[in-house]
């Protein structure tokens, strides 16, 4: 009698190995290189001593690299043309009160109610419009395209647009376009009071914060705050009852 023996199991199969995971698509920014950094010093200050002398019409991307001491190429790389140039400059001089907003302490940052808050920015950028309005009038002239679109201009306007919709303003958005309208460039001259231009209008020089006289911004401030103050105080309330956020 035959003995029968059962079948060898088939070897079972090798699972596959795991492939090793893609490196990360994710490149970590690199730090600005020193020169890179000067570069860019350099040409912000060049653009400021151009237009404190020259007024926004006459400045090349020619004469900016040039009172630089670096190269065309060097300017277009970083800053793209000369309306990018001018939005780089705008940036850096609002860079306090972007800050301000943020981390700052009340009224200007967060914390206080909607209309201390409205009045503290307005007053932060009535005195950086009026120290800078060759800045303001360049950036206009050279970003007329997209001057709306600009980022620091989105910037303020989302917050203006907050603090009304805080405040019950009806239709802030477009509200918030009309306040910031007031810091254009040729109101500003209009409305600085005698003895603060530094030559015709394309010459006003810029000043930095400290030098211009302590009411410079003064009737500017004073007009937009009154505006502000209404539009707020008129708001319908959200619900019966409810306080308009006027308490300072």
Known sequence: MTTSHPAPKAPEPTPPRPEPPEPSKTKTPRPERADATRNRTAVLRATERLLAAHGAQHISIDQVAAAAGVGKGTIFRRFGN???????????????IREGIETGPPPLGPGAAAL????????????LATRNIALFAAHEQACAADRFTDPTYLRWHRHVSALLTAAHVPDPAPTAHILLGAFDADLVRLLRPEGTSAGPPDATSDTAPGTAPADAPDRLTRTVRNLATALVRNAPAEAEGTPHPTDE
Request: glycine share 4%.
């Open 82 to 96: 000369r309306p990018g140039l001018f939005a780089a400059l705008l940036e850096e001089r609002a860079a306090a």
């Open 116 to 127: 201390p808050r409205l009045h503290a920015f307005l007053d932060a950028l009535a005195d």
